[in-house]
């Protein structure tokens, strides 16, 4: 069973930074494009960034564009998201999604995603 499981979430002013995690199991990552995605109260869950499954291409969304990182490491089956100056407007739950996909096109619809993790909530404070 694929399962996907997100950590780092917390409390933290605004300019601070986290760093998100998600672990991956039930098969092998390498070849699955991930994710992520994020939700605040009251709203649809939103794309926040995409890696491919090498590495090699990477999309941001327009709000988090020059502030957050997504990355990988396929031999510990892990995605990450470094997120720096952090602004209020970013609290919500963030979750990790994934694909399988050996492509070096990355998507933003959360319908492209067939796997997901139980999200982890961010709350930064002004």
């Known amino acids: 069973q694929v399962q996907l499981v997100e950590s780092g979430g917390g409390l933290v002013q605004a300019g601070g930074s986290l760093r998100l995690s998600c672990a991956g199991s039930g098969r092998t990552f390498s070849n699955y494009a991930k994710a992520w995605f994020r939700q605040a109260p009251g709203r649809e869950r939103e794309f926040v960034a995409a890696i491919s499954w090498s590495g090699g291409s990477t999309y941001y969304a327009d709000s988090v564009k020059g502030r957050f990182t997504i990355s990988r490491d396929n031999a510990k089956n892990t995605v990450y998201l470094q997120m720096n100056s952090l602004k209020p407007e970013d609290t919500a739950v963030y979750y990790c999604?994934?694909?399988?996909?050996?492509?070096?096109?990355?998507?933003?619809?959360?319908?492209?995603?067939?796997?997901w993790g139980q999200g982890t909530q961010v709350t930064v404070s002004s």
């Open positions: 999604a994934a694909r399988p996909s050996f492509s070096s096109r990355v998507v933003t619809g959360r319908e492209e995603y067939a796997h």
